[in-house]
């Protein structure tokens, strides 16, 4: 299983549609809007490392997202 915490930034006044967004992805098991250096916060499972990579590709390619950090859970 990987596990990982994805946090997003987005053009002003467009995190909530952003947000929604990231809901409807496969693989985010949950998704909240934040205040701080990040507009959303995710949590994305997958079975495979490559599953993984795939769902946070697919929130970088979100429309109006405009930067991400992923941070991979090591344990």
């Known amino acids: 299983m990987a596990l990982a915490f ?4 987005t053009v002003p006044d467009k ?6 967004r990231i809901g ?3 693989g985010v098991e949950e998704a909240y809007r934040v ?3 990040y507009d959303i916060v995710a949590v994305v499972k997958a079975e ?6 795939k769902t946070v590709t697919h929130i970088r ?3 109006n997202a405009l930067t991400s950090l992923t941070l991979p859970v090591v344990s």
Do not use: A, D, Q
């Open 24 to 26: 409807e992805i496969e």
């Open 61 to 63: 390619r979100l429309e």
């Open 35 to 37: 205040f701080g250096v």
């Open 48 to 53: 495979t490392i490559e599953e993984l990579k």
């Open 6 to 9: 994805v946090m997003v930034n």
């Open 15 to 20: 995190s909530e549609l952003v947000l929604e």
